[in-house]
């Protein structure tokens, strides 16, 4: 028996409100097919399962083109599912994170319509796992946000570092069982990961999650491992509208091989939005990277970064960008 999980960064096809119409929906319109190399392709191909963290809401086409700037980002239209045209494995989606749910539970519902329509199975709707038999092996997906939402109104599973392992009301653990969680934690842009992730970390661990597949900093963040689990802080970005550095257009892609647990690791690369390769890494080589890449301003660096690509394609802006900003500039 040989099951095989591959674990991606961060998915959102959408836009955010610095890309409003000039940028990946405006770019890969009819074309998100071309958004995956062929090397990533057969990677993928090579999974069982891929689990990716989707982290846009899903709309149909023809009605996102009429959204106004508020309500059309971190959405993305129908048609941008192609992008698994050609993918064989089984696409798991964790919807549990700030973004999928920000337009509400209808929106949401919609989203999740959508996804189902395209064949891709989901977690982190609720406390419950996808439950998936592979030759008598039980691999149960779970997915949990414990990111601040100030739009939350129930649409996907949300919990604290306090309460997630009584909000989780986890039964007994079967001898045929494998325990994978999906989990939004961790602070923006720091490529080392914080006590509450550790700390949460050992406890998940304790209750019997034998992989922990973190997203949400928009960066890699080291892999550990325990003589119980092992802990992926940080996948990073896949494919995300954060073109400002270097750093958000790289993700970690995991491999995990089954029974034995073995794991395999990769740094995707964005250019232009589109993931062109993977680069085989080891653990040792990320926790490397990730040091040399972490700084306690990292976030202000980031985020003055965000606002300096704004400027510097001041060619490419539309009206919506520049009245959503200036409103918010006389605001503050």
């Known amino acids: 028996m040989s099951i095989k999980v591959i674990c991606t960064g961060d998915l959102m096809l959408g836009e955010n409100v610095h890309h409003f119409r000039r940028g990946i929906v405006r770019k890969f319109d009819g074309n998100y097919r071309n958004l995956l190399s062929d090397q990533v392709k057969a990677k993928l191909n090579e999974a069982d399962f891929v689990l990716m963290n989707f982290e846009a809401g899903i709309?149909?086409?023809?009605?996102?083109?009429?959204?106004?700037?508020?309500?059309a980002v971190y959405v993305a239209p129908f048609q941008s599912l192609d992008i698994f045209d050609g993918i064989s494995s089984v696409i798991i989606g964790s919807v549990a994170n700030n973004h999928f749910g920000q337009h509400g539970n209808n929106a949401a519902a919609k989203s999740i319509q959508l996804l189902k329509e395209k064949g891709i199975l989901l977690t982190g709707v609720s406390h419950l796992p996808l439950i998936l038999d592979k030759e008598g092996t039980k691999l149960c997906f779970f997915g949990v946000s414990l990111v601040k939402d100030k739009y939350f109104e129930g649409a996907y599973f949300k919990s604290t570092y306090e309460d997630l392992i009584t909000d989780l009301k986890l039964r007994e653990k079967a001898e045929n069982e494998i325990w994978l969680i999906s989990i939004h934690w961790g602070a923006e842009y720091y490529t080392i990961e914080n006590t509450k992730q550790q700390q949460l970390a050992k406890k998940l661990a304790d209750a019997g999650f034998d992989f922990i597949i973190g997203h949400h900093p928009h960066v890699v963040q080291p892999v550990r491992r325990s003589d119980k689990s092992v802990?992926?802080?940080?996948?990073?970005?896949?494919?995300?509208?954060?073109?400002?550095?270097?750093?958000?257009?790289?993700?970690?892609?995991?491999?995990?091989?089954?029974?034995?647990?073995?794991?395999?690791?990769?740094?995707?690369?964005?250019?232009?939005?589109k993931v062109v390769s993977l680069e085989p890494i080891s653990a040792d080589e990320l926790d490397s990277f990730c040091k040399r890449n972490f700084h306690q301003r990292k976030p202000l660096i980031m985020r003055i970064k965000m606002k300096l690509e704004l400027l510097f394609r001041f060619y490419e802006l539309n009206l919506p960008i520049i009245k959503t900003f200036t409103t918010r500039m006389f605001k503050n």
């Open 59 to 71: 709309a149909p086409d023809d009605d996102l083109k009429k959204m106004d700037i508020d309500r």
């Open 231 to 273: 802990v992926f802080y940080s996948h990073g970005n896949f494919i995300f509208d954060q073109n400002f550095s270097s750093l958000t257009q790289k993700g970690l892609v995991s491999e995990i091989n089954l029974p034995s647990g073995h794991t395999n690791l990769y740094l995707s690369h964005q250019k232009k939005y």
